[in-house]
């Protein structure tokens, strides 16, 4: 079993849906990742968390430390949310572990 | 502009054939990481750097050498590079939080 876990592996939505992309680890952790890539394959942070929820712009990311869960949510999806959302837990030191990823498209 | 520059973007060896990827980071952090990505595994850590002058496994260390030479930069070396080594690379930094590189498509042939 992988350190972490994302679910869905992929989603499809219509513009405008809500959506939610989770994320289950089964190691202690000092922090987690959200990331996105870019179709074109960059990759770029969204959001770290130790506790609690933050929000920037339509995203919103949540972590529950005790359930060593994470959820990542995207208000009013529009078609250039279209990417690979990957979820990576901090552990020992800088240590980074990555989920699969999930392929994200928004139908107009 | 700050960042993570990572060069080459492309790279083609033949099986054997050695190389140097070059990382390097303007923005004065402490960590930096090695990093490869292949269709259904995600990213797998290959070394990390937690500061200046040090360096550590990770996942998937075989075939590979890192040098950390000073606080920018962080280099990963094929010595001998093999088809199993045909991968996209990530180089990135922390503070936190993640900076990554453009990434190099290296085809092992």
């Known amino acids: 079993k992988n350190e972490v876990e994302q679910s869905p592996q992929n989603l499809t939505a219509q513009e405008g849906e809500f959506i939610t992309i989770n994320c289950s680890y089964s190691v202690g952790i000092s922090a987690l990742h959200w990331l996105q890539q870019h179709p074109g394959g960059g990759i770029v942070s969204l959001f770290m968390l130790s506790s609690g929820k933050k929000k920037h712009g339509r995203l919103i990311a949540t972590i529950n430390i005790q359930e060593k869960h994470s959820s990542l949510h995207i208000t009013a999806s529009h078609p250039r949310d279209s990417a690979v959302y990957i979820c990576a837990v901090q552990t020992s030191g800088s240590r980074l572990t990555f989920g699969e990823g999930t392929q994200l498209t928004v139908n107009p | 502009n700050a960042g993570v520059t990572q060069t080459p973007k492309f790279q083609v060896l033949k099986t054997g054939q050695s190389m140097t990827l070059q990382c390097a980071q303007d923005?004065?952090?402490?960590?930096m990481y090695w990093y490869r990505q292949d269709p259904g595994m995600g990213l797998r850590l290959i070394y990390y750097s937690a500061s200046e002058g040090t360096t550590d496994k990770g996942e998937v260390p075989n075939g590979y050498n890192v040098s950390r030479l000073n606080k920018r930069e962080f280099s990963l070396r094929l010595e001998s590079a093999a088809p199993s080594q045909t991968s996209v690379y990530f180089c990135?930094?922390?503070?936190?939080?993640?900076?990554f590189g453009n990434g190099t498509r290296l085809t092992v042939t």
């Open positions: 923005m004065n952090h402490n960590s």
């Open positions: 990135a930094s922390s503070y936190p939080p993640l900076h």
